[in-house]
């Protein structure tokens, strides 16, 4: 994008005594995010407090320095790293000529550009219309100076300037059609469940490397990019492992720090795939300064989406690149590997192939060489160690592991070996 076209956005953060280094990280992410929704960040304004001002977020003198460098730099947008409460919004809209716009909206415009399927559009104006209803009451004068740009996409000026009561009438309606959507992808979901098939969930901090590794493993074609919030919507593919195994793998949307409430709430249900998962992937940039934080993030929210409890393989990506602080965390099973190189990639599905190993039970079964379907069935629903053919026998011994609930298991105790 030529970068005149580009929107110029200043950037305000007010740091708290106990945030400290954390807090020039969470700016940078700022500066990132803004990148990500193709804006260019100008400046930043970083004021130390010991809490945010109730009216105006950043102290009154804090106010006029902005006001200064508003005039001097002449930004399209001023960016709060919070979220503002709409007295605070309504307060610096009245002082500031720019458009004032705060991290969650930042967040829901990326959301807005990145959502290709139909459910994740629903998701992204369900959480933008519930982020506008209390902000609705004094907008009017703000929202006539809109002319589209960062903070605006989505449900439109038009539809911003309707009544609460509109508002509420689409919101019940998009619940009502993600419902819909919701159900019909249970129904997948109970179909994959019946059928007993592996399910991995890969889950991270965006821009951990998740799609880049997802299509190396399933040879899928995802968003790669190097932005936050490259992927959006869930995919699901299929996953070989070396035995020949077939699981399935989902690539999921990338967390943040400070995911807005109502995101967390509006993708509760793609997050759905990962609490149906029987393995999590979760993949952690190591050469990123703050990994440590991106990793206590996204395991805080899989705490609050009920999801911690399942088996997990912490995978840390980008090893070619890793940072010189880099130590990996002892609290799970890990792995360090590129997401680019293929003997990393196979020592990785040696290792989910493991992990599935201990959730099954081993087996040796003698199989008629007639039963040609059962065999190959065996070959991509069990992890197959060993098959012996045997001429005197007409039959294939066959030694592996399978769980036992499967529908195959039954044909398996049938012509099960005592070894």
Same mark, same amino acid.
């Given at each position: 994008?030529?970068?005149?076209?580009?929107?110029?956005?200043?950037?305000?953060?007010?740091?708290?005594?106990?945030?400290?280094?954390?807090?020039?990280?969470?700016?940078?992410?700022?500066?990132?995010?803004?990148?990500?929704?193709?804006?260019?960040?100008?400046?930043?304004?970083? &004021?130390?407090?010991?809490?945010?001002?109730?009216?105006?977020?950043?102290?009154?003198?804090?106010?006029?320095?902005?006001?200064?460098?508003?005039?001097?730099?002449?930004?399209?947008?001023?960016?709060?790293?919070?979220?503002?409460?709409?007295?605070?919004?309504?307060?610096?809209?009245?002082?500031?000529?720019?458009?004032? /716009?705060?991290?969650?909206?930042? /967040?829901?415009?990326?959301?807005?550009?990145?959502?290709?399927?139909?459910?994740?559009?629903?998701?992204?104006?369900? *959480?933008?219309?519930?982020?506008?209803?209390?902000?609705?009451?004094?907008?009017?004068?703000?929202? $006539?100076?809109?002319?589209?740009?960062?903070?605006?996409?989505?449900?439109?000026?038009?539809?911003?300037?309707?009544?609460?009561? !509109? @508002?509420?009438?689409? @919101?019940?309606?998009?619940?009502?059609?993600?419902?819909?959507?919701?159900?019909?992808?249970?129904?997948?979901?109970?179909?994959?469940?019946?059928?007993?098939?592996?399910?991995?969930? #890969?889950?991270?901090?965006?821009?951990?490397?998740?799609?880049?590794?997802?299509?190396?493993?399933?040879?899928?074609?995802?968003?790669?990019?190097?932005?936050?919030?490259?992927?959006?919507?869930?995919?699901?593919?299929?996953?070989?492992?070396?035995?020949?195994?077939?699981?399935?793998?989902?690539?999921?949307?990338?967390? @943040?720090?400070?995911?807005?409430?109502?995101?967390?709430?509006?993708?509760?249900?793609?997050?759905?795939?990962?609490?149906?998962?029987?393995? @999590?992937?979760?993949?952690?940039? $190591? $050469?990123?300064?703050?990994?440590?934080?991106?990793? *206590?993030?996204?395991?805080?929210?899989?705490?609050?989406?009920?999801?911690?409890?399942?088996?997990?393989?912490?995978?840390?990506?980008?090893?070619? &690149?890793? !940072?010189?602080?880099?130590?990996?965390?002892?609290? *799970?099973?890990?792995? #360090? /590997?590129?997401?680019?190189?293929?003997?990393?990639?196979?020592?990785?599905?040696?290792?989910?192939?493991?992990?599935?190993?201990?959730?099954?039970? *081993?087996?040796?079964?003698?199989?008629?060489?007639?039963?040609?379907?059962?065999?190959? &069935?065996?070959?991509?629903?069990?992890?197959?160690?060993? /098959?012996?053919?045997?001429?005197?026998?007409?039959?294939?011994?066959?030694?592996?592991?399978?769980?036992?609930?499967?529908?195959?298991?039954?044909?398996?105790?049938?012509?099960?070996?005592?070894?």
């Amino acid at each position: 994008m030529n970068n005149d076209l580009k929107e110029r956005a200043i950037l305000v953060g007010c740091q708290l005594d106990e945030q400290d280094g954390q807090f020039f990280y969470s700016m940078d992410e700022l500066a990132s995010l803004i990148e990500t929704a193709q804006g260019e960040a100008v400046l930043m304004l970083t &004021q130390k407090r010991d809490r945010i001002h109730p009216s105006t977020y950043i102290g009154k003198g804090k106010v006029e320095e902005l006001k200064q460098l508003e005039e001097e730099f002449e930004p399209d947008l001023i960016v709060f790293n919070d979220e503002l409460s709409p007295s605070q919004v309504r307060n610096l809209s009245a002082q500031l000529n720019a458009r004032v /716009i705060d991290r969650t909206q930042l /967040i829901l415009d990326i959301f807005a550009r990145r959502a290709r399927s139909r459910e994740g559009q629903l998701q992204v104006e369900l *959480a933008q219309l519930q982020y506008l209803l209390p902000r609705l009451a004094g907008q009017g004068a703000a929202l $006539s100076r809109l002319g589209g740009g960062i903070g605006t996409r989505g449900p439109g000026e038009t539809k911003l300037e309707t009544d609460r009561r !509109h @508002i509420r009438r689409r @919101i019940d309606e998009i619940k009502r059609q993600l419902q819909i959507i919701v159900e019909h992808r249970q129904r997948y979901r109970s179909r994959r469940k019946k059928n007993k098939a592996f399910q991995i969930a #890969l889950v991270g901090y965006t821009n951990a490397g998740k799609s880049t590794l997802f299509n190396r493993l399933t040879s899928s074609d995802s968003l790669e990019e190097n932005q936050l919030f490259a992927t959006l919507d869930p995919m699901t593919r299929k996953l070989v492992l070396p035995s020949r195994y077939q699981a399935i793998l989902t690539d999921t949307v990338g967390f @943040i720090q400070d995911l807005p409430t109502t995101l967390v709430a509006a993708f509760r249900s793609t997050l759905e795939e990962v609490r149906e998962a029987d393995l @999590i992937l979760h993949v952690v940039d $190591s $050469s990123n300064p703050d990994y440590a934080q991106h990793q *206590a993030t996204v395991r805080e929210l899989l705490k609050q989406l009920e999801m911690d409890h399942l088996p997990e393989l912490t995978v840390y990506n980008k090893k070619d &690149q890793v !940072h010189s602080e880099f130590v990996p965390s002892s609290q *799970a099973k890990s792995l #360090l /590997i590129s997401a680019l190189n293929p003997s990393d990639r196979e020592r990785l599905k040696e290792q989910i192939e493991g992990m599935l190993k201990e959730q099954m039970t *081993a087996y040796y079964a003698q199989i008629p060489s007639a039963e040609g379907k059962l065999i190959s &069935q065996l070959q991509s629903e069990t992890i197959v160690e060993q /098959i012996k053919y045997s001429e005197a026998e007409q039959a294939y011994f066959i030694m592996g592991y399978s769980f036992t609930d499967h529908p195959v298991y039954g044909a398996i105790e049938k012509y099960k070996v005592n070894s």
